[in-house]
């Protein structure tokens, strides 16, 4: 069995600790930039009483001032054939990967988890939010790949989390995306 290490607290102190070329594989879902000056939502909901705004969350404080930072220190933690694997906001996911890129990290594969049951559109003036994209990098040019797994296709789907695993966590993924 391999042994796992899961460490908790503010990325980019956490990782600043960690030894270089001392990590194999980094898996994370950053926050998106949701936030406009943390007290409030860049996304508000417009309209839905009294044409008033309402805020969709009253706290963004940790989403204020995202940054790519966290890229730089992953490729350092990184090992020569390590992977950096994330999902990101669609609309600024271009952004990640040049900046990945231009870090030194290769982009082997960009993929979707398609949720079976999102979250339904009361106001019915857009598609149901049903795709959340991931990449996958790696520090060095080459090919791993578990083929005794089959040929995967580079669409997860799968439901969001429910019942005894849903937790209050705002973009939970569910453990049958990383299976």
């Known amino acids: 069995m391999t042994e796992l290490t899961l460490i908790q607290g503010d990325c980019l102190q956490v990782l600043k600790k960690l030894p270089s070329e001392s990590v194999d594989l980094v898996l994370t879902d950053p926050p998106y930039a949701l936030s406009e000056d943390g007290t409030k939502p860049a996304i ?41 694997a994330t999902f990101y906001g669609k609309d600024r996911i271009s952004y990640l990967i040049e900046y990945a890129k231009k870090v030194g990290f290769n982009v082997r594969d960009i993929g979707g988890w398609h949720k079976t049951n999102p979250t339904p559109q009361a106001r019915k003036v857009k598609w149901c939010s049903a795709l959340e994209i991931w990449v996958l990098f790696r520090k060095e040019k080459g090919h791993i790949f578990n083929w005794q797994l089959g040929m995967r296709h580079n669409v997860i789907v799968s439901p969001i989390c429910q019942g005894s695993e849903r937790t209050k966590h705002p973009s939970q993924k569910p453990e049958s995306v990383f299976r």
């Open 44 to 84: 508000i909901r417009e309209g839905t009483k009294f044409n008033r705004k309402t805020p969709i969350n009253p706290n963004f404080e940790w989403d204020k001032e995202v940054s790519l930072k966290w890229v730089d220190e992953c490729y350092r933690l990184l090992k020569p054939k390590g992977i950096l």
